[in-house]
């Protein structure tokens, strides 16, 4: 008679779940993974039109066509020119960018990321 204690390993069922799981976790990353790269490419370039003295002194209308511009040539697809508000204050314009991006999953399923980024371009 063998004990349980000589029994080891995992059976062909054991193997097919730790399989499926492995591969969950890897799709799931794999769309996940570039939706936050887009978002990271965004937030540089609305953090980088602070930066550009060239901005300094437009109109908001020239602004939002230079991010539309920087967003474009990043190759950033989820940002629509209805998701930038752009707000005169007392020195300096405030640019907000809010969108979402959806990915499919698997079947009905989708992954859902909402980003949120601001910056102010000065007038001077």
């Not at 887009?38 to 953090?47: I, P, S």
């Not at 508000?85 to 999953?105: A, G, P, Q, T």
Request: net charge neutral.
């Amino acid at each position: 008679m063998k004990s349980m204690q000589r029994q080891q390993g995992v059976t062909a069922i054991g193997w097919l779940l730790i399989i499926i799981l492995a591969v969950s976790i890897v799709l799931f990353f794999i769309r996940l993974v570039p939706m936050y790269i887009e978002g990271y490419n965004v937030k540089a370039v609305v953090e980088g039109l602070a930066e550009d003295p060239d901005l300094r002194g437009k109109p908001s209308s020239a602004i939002h066509r230079s991010l539309m511009k920087r967003l474009d040539i990043n190759m950033v697809t989820s940002v629509e020119p209805d998701d930038i508000y752009i707000s005169r204050e007392k020195d300096h314009y405030l640019v907000d960018v809010e969108f979402e991006v959806r990915r499919n999953l698997v079947g009905n399923l989708d992954l859902v990321a909402y980003f949120n980024y601001t910056s102010q371009v000065p007038l001077k």
